[in-house]
């Protein structure tokens, strides 16, 4: 048999800001209950399809510790049932107003969604209402490669403490290893944004930092092995070191632009990030390739754009409706969509999974013919595309999977075990980015969010000082309400407040939710302060404390095990 052309690594992204507790419709708890019906329980049965048919699934998927936090926790499990329970009796309401109107189509399509919710219901069920358990059964055997991420996706290059980056990976680190049973080594760097060592200075008027060290060194520090940025970051990347046989020789920074056979600044190979510039490397960087996931997300020429997939935005009445028609055209107004015909997604999804696979071998050959080395592409996506965005996504998913382990000419991969047989012999300093909008920060930091970390560098440089100055080692009531205090400092750093302020998604939603976390935490740290210097304090509570200490306990339920010794450098 002979030698594969390359590798193939589909990265998806499962996340989710902490939403327990705070709203259900249209911000809120729906966000959860769609994802999981929409993503997470198709994506599991798209796996155990593939390993049905001896297709040998392969994926490596993020799972963010807010995400498995919640997926976990009993609230969102009665929640979830109630929300599927939910869905099928709207969809026999539909139907009775259907067969009124004497449209035997619309009827067809309730039966349709009648059905499909009840399956995931009988899904739901039989992995005994455990989400992060039958993920992480499905990884033990070989199908996933799952990530860990920052606690709360908190966006790293823009926390003004390392302390606080530390304590976002500690803890989610934590969250992982609880809940799925094992310790991940693969981290998806929230935002994949990321910075290089060096001198530093905030978005706003607070004072720089001569020196920071590099989130590669971060993130190594607690164990991870690898993880992802976009492709600008490794096409920018400045060559450090080579390695021969195993040892790690100097090179100039023009290295990579005198010898592109070497794979330097290629999206199809990893390297390994140092920006120190002065040793080994403890981590590597897999890139996104582009030009591959364009075939996907782009708005022109992306799949989920065809006229025949189920239309995302159009539905039927006006709470937590459901969905009957087609997309139709890209320019087609909402009045003008025609009803969904789900007979005629098959061919399509058959014909776009089998351009996407041929398009991935391309890549691949191209790598070969510049370079004669083993690549591979890396197909990174937000999770949530598949089957929530894009309902017909997750069989896309199955189709590209089976044709590629039918096709000697790739090898179907995770990101660990591709580094285990293709370790990295370059070593490379990235550039600063992200894969927001122009590959920089501006989404996270701009005129209309940058109030915020005017007020979260404040929270972090507070909770340093009572970390550092309490006696909380020794005052089991004071430890108990600085970890309640770190579990706000850690929900308020979710990069998703700023994102949907910016994006104008959920702007009071997000503002809201991110003063609430401020106001408790401030409480809780006030108060931590008062015990210390009266320690009958908690029996001279004000009415106001006492609400926000319960206030605090009833809606931010995750998190239960806060361990202070994170946020120590």
């Known amino acids: 048999m002979s030698e594969p052309l390359g590798s193939f690594c589909f990265v998806l992204h499962g996340h989710l800001p902490y939403v327990l507790n705070h709203g259900v419709w249209p911000h809120g708890e729906d966000w959860l209950y769609e994802a999981a019906a929409e993503t997470y329980l198709p994506i599991l ?23 498995l936090e919640q997926l976990s926790h009993e609230h969102f499990k009665k929640g979830f049932e ?45 992995i005994g209402r455990d989400i992060p358990g039958a993920y992480a059964d499905r990884a033990k055997r070989g199908f996933f490669e799952i990530l860990t991420s920052n606690a709360t996706h ?52 607070w004072a720089g930092k001569d020196y920071r060290i590099g989130i590669e060194h971060l993130v190594a520090d607690e164990g991870v092995t690898h993880f992802f940025v976009e492709n600008h970051l490794i096409e920018g990347c400045r060559s450090e070191f080579v390695i021969n046989d195993g040892k790690p020789e100097k090179v100039d920074w023009e290295e990579a632009a005198k010898y592109p056979a070497r794979g330097w600044r290629s999206v199809n190979e990893p390297h390994g990030v140092n920006s120190d510039g002065n040793g080994p490397a403890r981590a590597a960087a897999f890139a996104r390739d582009q ?33 009957y028609w087609k997309v139709t055209g ?64 997750p069989q896309f998913l199955r189709d590209v999977l089976l044709n590629l382990n039918s096709d000697p000419a790739v090898e179907v991969t995770t990101a660990e075990a591709f580094l285990q047989s293709h370790p990295p012999d370059k070593i490379v300093a990235l550039p600063e980015g992200s894969w927001g909008e122009e590959g920089d920060h501006r989404v996270w930091t701009n005129e209309q969010v940058d109030w915020m970390w005017e007020i979260e560098y404040r929270c ?42 910016r994006r104008g998604q959920a702007v009071d939603y997000g503002i809201k939710r991110f ?14 302060e008062k ?29 239960p095990q806060i361990n202070l010794h994170w946020w120590n450098m």
């Open 45 to 67: 049965a798209m796996v155990d399809e593939c390993e049905f048919l001896n297709g040998n699934p392969k994926l490596t998927m993020g799972l963010t510790p807010v995400l």
């Open 330 to 393: 890209s320019k087609v107004d909402l009045g003008d969509k025609h009803l969904y015909y789900p007979t005629d997604t098959p061919s399509r999804i058959h014909e776009h999974a089998s351009h996407f696979c041929d398009y991935i071998k391309s890549q691949l050959q191209k790598h070969r013919d510049k370079t004669g080395r083993h690549g591979i592409v890396v197909a990174c996506f937000d999770a949530e595309l598949f089957g929530h965005w894009w309902f017909e996504g």
């Open 291 to 323: 030009n591959v996931c364009e075939q996907v997300w782009s708005g022109s020429i992306g799949y989920p754009a065809a006229g025949d997939y189920l239309e995302f935005h159009k539905k039927w009445g006006p709470r937590r409706g459901l969905r």
């Open 154 to 205: 908190g966006y790293m290059p823009l926390l003004y403490e390392d302390s606080s980056i530390r304590a976002q990976i500690r803890a989610g680190l934590a969250s992982s290893e609880r809940i799925l049973g094992f310790r991940p080594c693969g981290m998806w760097l929230p935002e994949c944004a990321y910075r290089p060592g060096g001198p530093w200075h905030p978005p706003i008027g």
């Open 531 to 559: 015990l210390a210097e009266d320690s009958a304090y908690l029996g001279k509570m004000t009415e106001v404390e006492k609400f926000e200490v319960q206030d605090a306990d009833v809606h931010d339920v995750i998190f």
């Open 460 to 501: 972090e440089a507070t909770f340093g000082k009572l970390t550092c100055n309490l006696p909380w080692q020794d005052n089991e009531q004071i430890k108990e309400l600085l970890q309640k205090a770190g579990r706000e400092l850690l929900l308020m750093q979710a990069s998703d407040w700023p994102f949907v302020i």
């Open 515 to 528: 003063m609430q976390h401020v106001s408790r935490f401030e409480c809780l740290a006030d108060i931590a």
């Open 82 to 126: 109630h929300y599927l329970r939910d869905r099928i009796a709207r969809a026999e309401q539909d139907k009775q107003e259907f067969e009124q109107l004497d449209n035997g189509h619309m009827v067809y399509l309730a039966d349709f969604w009648i059905e499909w919710f009840s399956e995931r219901l009988a899904q739901f069920e039989k």
